[in-house]
């Protein structure tokens, strides 16, 4: 009986890395589409948006630049909307404006 046992607790403990969801880095600027490439971050992108008094409408969703404050969820606040583009700043940098 312990051999079945621990057959499941090792498929799971296996799987447990690729189940967590990514948070954004700490004090990097992510463009939103980068954000929500990343994890599950559409609430959190609506979320500081409307804290910020900006429109929720697709393009501020993945337009806008957010600063990534940290903590266990990735907690992220509004810098600014790029009305020309937001520019991915490649692996470990901020993206900009």
């Known amino acids: 009986m312990v051999k079945t046992a ?3 607790l090792a498929v ?3 799987l447990v890395p690729f ?3 990514n948070n954004c880095k700490t004090n990097l ?3 939103g589409y980068n954000l929500l490439n990343i994890g599950n971050y559409g609430s ?3 979320g500081a948006l409307q ?3 900006q429109p929720t409408d697709d393009s501020h969703i993945h337009e806008s630049l957010l600063h990534c ?3 266990s969820n990735g907690d992220i606040s509004f810098e600014s909307y790029c009305s020309g583009g937001c520019h991915d700043g490649g692996s470990g940098k901020s993206d900009s404006c």
Do not use: D, R, S
């Open 51 to 53: 804290a910020a008094n």
């Open 6 to 8: 621990v057959i499941p």
């Open 29 to 31: 600027n992510y463009c």
């Open 12 to 14: 799971v403990a296996a």
């Open 44 to 46: 959190q992108v609506n």
């Open 69 to 71: 404050n940290g903590g």
């Open 19 to 21: 189940v967590a969801a």
